[in-house]
């Protein structure tokens, strides 16, 4: 799972990271510290990114 090094984009300290991808195609990587973090607020922005995308197609 932490198999790049280099900083994380959370807390911006230098180590093995783990990527985390966006919905919109974009991506972050996190260090082991910072992981959880990580993985609630992807799966956050891809939720809201779901729900618009939803809404202006209904729209």
């Not at 783990?18 to 996190?30: E, Q």
């Amino acid at each position: 799972m932490f198999n790049t090094e280099g900083i994380c984009d959370w807390c911006k300290k230098n180590g093995l990271l783990a990527r985390h991808d966006y919905i919109d195609g974009k991506h972050h990587y996190s260090c082991p510290h910072c992981h959880d973090i990580a993985k609630i607020d992807v799966r956050q922005f891809n939720l809201d990114e779901i729900a618009l995308r939803a809404k202006l197609s209904h729209a």
